[in-house]
């Protein structure tokens, strides 16, 4: 984008077949490690696959190195609480890398209830000889033991192990949301529609409640948590957003239980546009605190909005994702579209912010130069190595060639998921149950 935004280029995609789709092949969240190295997605079948980039090859070096698949796992099984007769499902709501300390590679999973932390290493030797089982590892009888042996390592393929390490379970009533690793790595929290829970890594069987919003009598519950994140560099601040459009920033320094925000971050109505959808449409489904911790930002139904940490009355920048779907509320509320959560990116430099759309769009939006475009991320338009075409919807009057008019857009095809490279100019778009990549375009 910073070059010239229709050089991007796309890079490799990850299709499953369109014939053999079902609803468990659905991307539920996609998530970068913090070197950009691998990539996790997580999927309605409670299965986690993560790629890794390979590294350039002498004979191409300008050829920066594809993402292929890595390692696939089983992270969430579907449950069935007996006691509120309530099926769990398996579907992974969230994933977050933990920065790398050794070979081994670390991150939690989340679905509705569960938080599994899980170890992902590589093995390529195998001990041999052992004296009190044979190769198959069944037990010898002791009687036929005649010599001691001494076991060796000896070299095989090249396995890749993915193991649960801990398993943070019954902290919520409610569906949990969001996890956000703390900038101690020490703990992390989980948050759910009415509560927000802080974990050590280390303690497995209890949680610190730190933001409950449940009223005593329920039927006077106004809003629900939507999102929450830790803030990137100091530990004591995190913001949550609610239903109601508004940001709450929380410091643990002041009080144990966070039920005082330090700032209140709401931008007030404007009159004209009031309608029956107003409240609807201005619940955040999304905030993220830009990497320099300086600002936050928050998606709705039909914007993202960058807010100074400095400002609590109204956003610094506003965008307008699909403002053309403003004269459409009426029927994306009975076909439940408008109910639809949008997540949102900053790039590694925060100078541009990236969030999805219908129809397989999703937009860019350049802060310092304002310039805006729409991409969509589909098999027709995305043969590999091909450049992509900004695409333009056109809302009545005539519809020149290379438009779409916004009565023929697909609202069962919905970019919900994307993330973006910690440096370089690689973005991850999930389009139901197929993972697009694409970078800036190399030479």
Known sequence: MEEDVETRKINSSFLRDHSYATEADIISTVEFNHTGELLATGDKGGRVVIFQREQESKNQPH?????????????????????????????????????????????????????????????????????????????RDPSMITSLRVPVLRPMDLMVEATPRRVFANAHTYHINSISVNSDYETYMSADDLRINLWNFEITNQSFNIVDIKPANMEELTEVITAAEFHPHHCNTFVYSSSKGTIRLCDMRASALCDRHAKFFEEPEDPSNRSFFSEIISSISDVKFSHSGRYIMTRDYLTVKVWDLNMENRPIETYQVHDYLRSKLCSLYENDCIFDKFECVWNGSDSVIMTGSYNNFFRMFDRNTKRDVTLEASRENSKPRAILKPRKVCVGGKRRKDEISVDSLDFSKKILHTAWHPSENIIAVAATNNLYIFQDKVN
């Open 63 to 139: 050829r920066r190195g594809e993402y292929n698949v890595y390692s696939t796992f089983q992270s969430h099984e579907p449950e069935f609480d007996y006691l509120k007769s309530l099926e769990i499902e398996e579907k992974i709501n969230k994933i977050r890398w933990l920065p790398q300390q050794n070979a081994a590679y670390f991150l939690l999973s989340t679905n509705d209830k569960t938080v599994k932390l899980w170890k992902v290493s590589e093995r390529d030797k195998r001990p041999e000889g052992y004296n009190l089982k044979d190769e198959d590892g069944r037990l």
